[in-house]
């Protein structure tokens, strides 16, 4: 038990200092949306293949409908789950600015997984790489191919700058909350303009960063294993 606990601490204090700077980045992306979400904006960025990714969440109702077996008895072993959008005093959705919120920093990781991938998959069909098994984040193909496939990986890693993706994406949001930003009433009843959060979004952006030299990528032995 003793050696446990001893593993686990240090098992946390690891966890702690790898993760620091990737909460760090998590809290940033949320609170990019949250004013975003004030002034009735979708999160929107683009990602390194031009890709735009729109996250637009609506408010569901969700309920549980009741089958009926014989005799016109209700056998809830057979019921229908449903969600139904939410629709305001026009009929048009209502927007879920949390959960906007607490998506973005998933859906935007997973959008950069996607455009890493579709770059390689198009760098090694051009090399004349066709047999690929690709899922999500996990890459493979046959044994021979391996060593290009690795090079390739890094690579295109190298082309999609992720060393400026935040800087890029705080940008395009600074410019979509400008044109397509509405005003709002703040809790002491004043207006908020757009403008007026401008000052507050340009303080958020993210500046903590390390000094990992991105384009000794290729030099690395573990970068894909």
């Not at 702690?16 to 975003?36: I, N």
């Not at 960025?45 to 005799?71: H, I, N």
Request: with cysteine; proline share 4%.
């Amino acid at each position: 038990q003793g050696c446990m606990r001893a593993f686990s601490a240090l098992y946390d204090a690891a966890s702690r200092r790898l993760s620091g700077r990737p909460m760090e980045v998590m809290a940033t992306l949320k609170a990019w949306a949250h004013v975003l979400s004030s002034h009735g904006v979708n999160m929107e960025w683009e990602s390194s293949t031009g890709f735009v990714t729109r996250q637009a969440y609506t408010k569901k109702t969700s309920q549980l409908v009741p089958s009926f077996g014989k005799g016109g008895r209700r056998d809830k072993s057979c019921a229908t789950f449903f969600q139904c959008t939410d629709k305001d005093e026009n009929n048009n959705p209502i927007p879920d600015w949390g959960k906007a919120q607490t998506a973005i920093a998933p859906n935007f990781v997973h959008s950069f997984d996607a455009a890493h991938m579709s770059l390689t998959i198009n760098a090694m069909l051009d090399e004349g790489i066709a047999d690929m098994a690709f899922v999500h984040d996990a890459y493979g193909c046959l044994a021979n191919d391996v060593p290009d496939m690795r090079r390739i990986l890094a690579e295109t890693m190298i082309a999609m700058e992720p060393e400026g993706i935040l800087d890029r994406t705080h940008a395009y949001l600074r410019q979509l909350l400008i044109s397509e930003g509405v005003e709002y009433s703040a809790t002491r009843g004043e207006i908020v303009t757009p403008e007026d959060s401008l000052n507050e979004f340009d303080g958020l952006m993210y500046s903590n960063y390390g000094d990992l030299d991105i384009s000794r990528l290729t030099e690395s032995k573990y970068f894909f294993g």
